[in-house]
């Protein structure tokens, strides 16, 4: 009972000690975001929305933004010079140029403004093309540690030695799907996985295979990766698995990154908060160009 009666005077203690306490958070003012990835020979496009506070509502799934932006003026300069003006797809909730295509080896400027906004803006600068020299895909060339068969994807490229390059290397199926687990030995592909204890920490995604020229800068590279067998075989209706090589400018390989980070955060309750790279001025998201090559697997 003595027991009871100290317990019961220590829970009246705590509770009294409770008080409410409102937190006046100052109102942002409201910035435009983007998202933008264009290769060359392509006419590039955004997706535009705009920041929300820490007190609205959250997006709901399967329906249209409620924060897109549709009265926008978009800009796109090409080295300095006015190329073109975004025009707003309604069906494709997309800004689309109609005029400039991207061109390797130029430098993009994305101008971006709204009624309620401050004006944004983002620049690009779109690597030379790199080709691939020679690509091999061989059929059950090993068995990984549970004994299982993987097929290997063996690609090759010269890289320039006169500059500091990033390359993204995609690998798709004849869906046009991406691979959840990539497997390579090559020490200077970024190890982007996915940092779960029940996910196995050698799975690369087919989309972010990442690497930059430190360690090869000049010279022949040679990249080998491995999938798990029948993963990449052609698909009557559909096609051929295929590879691209992306020549990419330092933001998007950061960007990418940061992209990895902050998906690892999102799913881990004791991670500290990680902000998205971005490289727009006076604004969020990402504006980026860059030059591809691509080959099919046989």
């Given at each position: 009972?003595?027991?009871?009666?100290?317990?019961?005077?220590?829970?009246?203690?705590?509770?009294?000690?409770?008080?409410?306490?409102?937190?006046?958070?100052?109102?942002?003012?409201?910035?435009?975001?983007?998202?933008?990835?264009?290769?060359?020979?392509?006419?590039?496009?955004?997706?535009?929305?705009?920041?929300?506070?820490?007190?609205?509502?959250?997006?709901?799934?399967?329906?249209?933004?409620?924060?897109?932006?549709?009265?926008?003026?978009?800009?796109?300069?090409?080295?300095?010079?006015?190329?073109?003006?975004?025009?707003?797809?309604?069906?494709?909730?997309?800004?689309?140029?109609?005029?400039?295509?991207?061109?390797?080896?130029?430098?993009?400027?994305?101008?971006?403004?709204?009624?309620?906004?401050?004006?944004?803006?983002?620049?690009?600068?779109?690597?030379?093309?790199?080709?691939?020299?020679?690509?091999?895909?061989?059929?059950?060339?090993?068995?990984?540690?549970?004994?299982?068969?993987?097929?290997?994807?063996?690609?090759?490229?010269?890289?320039?030695?006169?500059?500091?390059?990033?390359?993204?290397?995609?690998?798709?199926?004849?869906?046009h799907d991406i691979l959840y687990c990539v497997n390579t030995n090559d020490k200077d592909v970024e190890k982007l996985v996915y940092e779960d204890p029940f996910y196995p920490d050698d799975c690369l995604q087919s989309n972010r295979l990442l690497l930059s020229d430190k360690n090869f800068n000049g010279t022949?590279?040679?990249?080998?990766?491995?999938?798990?067998?029948?993963?990449?075989?052609?698909?009557?209706?559909?096609?051929?698995?295929?590879?691209?090589?992306?020549?990419?400018?330092?933001?998007?390989?950061?960007?990418?990154?940061?992209?990895?980070?902050?998906?690892?955060?999102?799913?881990?309750?004791?991670?500290?908060?990680?902000?998205?790279?971005?490289?727009?001025?006076?604004?969020?998201?990402?504006?980026?160009?860059?030059?591809?090559?691509?080959?099919?697997?046989?």
């Amino acid at each position: 009972m003595k027991q009871l009666l100290i317990i019961t005077l220590i829970s009246f203690m705590l509770a009294a000690c409770e008080r409410e306490t409102h937190i006046n958070i100052p109102p942002q003012p409201p910035k435009l975001a983007t998202e933008s990835f264009s290769g060359q020979n392509v006419f590039p496009e955004a997706y535009l929305t705009r920041t929300r506070g820490v007190t609205d509502p959250l997006p709901i799934s399967g329906q249209t933004d409620i924060y897109l932006v549709r009265n926008a003026t978009v800009l796109l300069y090409e080295n300095d010079i006015l190329k073109d003006t975004l025009k707003y797809n309604a069906g494709q909730q997309r800004y689309k140029a109609a005029i400039a295509k991207i061109q390797a080896g130029k430098t993009y400027k994305l101008v971006l403004s709204a009624p309620g906004f401050p004006t944004a803006e983002a620049v690009s600068v779109t690597p030379l093309l790199v080709p691939i020299n020679n690509m091999t895909f061989t059929r059950n060339a090993r068995n990984d540690i549970d004994g299982n068969p993987q097929d290997e994807v063996k690609l090759s490229f010269t890289d320039n030695g006169s500059t500091e390059d990033y390359y993204l290397v995609r690998i798709y199926n004849a869906y046009h799907d991406i691979l959840y687990c990539v497997n390579t030995n090559d020490k200077d592909v970024e190890k982007l996985v996915y940092e779960d204890p029940f996910y196995p920490d050698d799975c690369l995604q087919s989309n972010r295979l990442l690497l930059s020229d430190k360690n090869f800068n000049g010279t022949n590279k040679t990249l080998i990766f491995y999938t798990e067998a029948g993963e990449l075989e052609p698909t009557p209706g559909y096609g051929k698995a295929w590879v691209e090589l992306l020549h990419v400018n330092k933001e998007y390989y950061t960007y990418i990154k940061s992209l990895n980070t902050r998906e690892n955060a999102d799913d881990n309750p004791f991670a500290e908060p990680v902000n998205l790279y971005t490289n727009v001025k006076n604004g969020y998201g990402m504006f980026t160009t860059y030059a591809m090559a691509v080959d099919s697997l046989q």
